[in-house]
């Protein structure tokens, strides 16, 4: 069983840039890839970035250019950088191994 445990949501002004952290334990961490995902009030959850074992890097169309995915296999941590963050940007951003879920970080971004 893969426990996830996601940090470093707040409040910041558009254009603004926060960091997220995933911590994972129980698992194999480095042979995982790991997803990023994000729900909005009223909306589905959507994925936002992904990282294999192997460290390819994917993004949604939304967030290229602005959001950098990274992980530190010895430390088990999964990081989301967000750059130039926007109103829109304001969701519950979530971690994900195969079907484990954190409980995920507020972001809020103010106009």
């Known amino acids: 069983q893969v426990q996830l445990v996601e940090s470093g949501g707040g409040l910041v002004q558009a254009g603004g840039s926060l960091r997220l952290s995933c911590a994972a334990s129980g698992t194999v961490f480095s042979i995982l890839a790991v997803g990023w995902y994000r729900q909005a009030p009223g909306k589905q959850r959507d994925w936002v970035a992904g990282?294999?074992?192997?460290?390819?890097?994917t993004y949604a169309d939304s967030v290229k250019g602005r959001f950098a995915i990274s992980r530190d296999n010895a430390k088990k941590m999964v990081y989301l950088q967000m750059n130039s963050l926007k109103p829109e940007n304001t969701a519950v951003y979530y971690c994900?191994?195969?079907?484990?879920w954190g409980q995920g970080t507020q972001v809020t971004v103010s106009s």
């Open positions: 990282i294999s074992s192997g460290g390819t890097r």
């Open positions: 994900r191994i195969i079907s484990s």
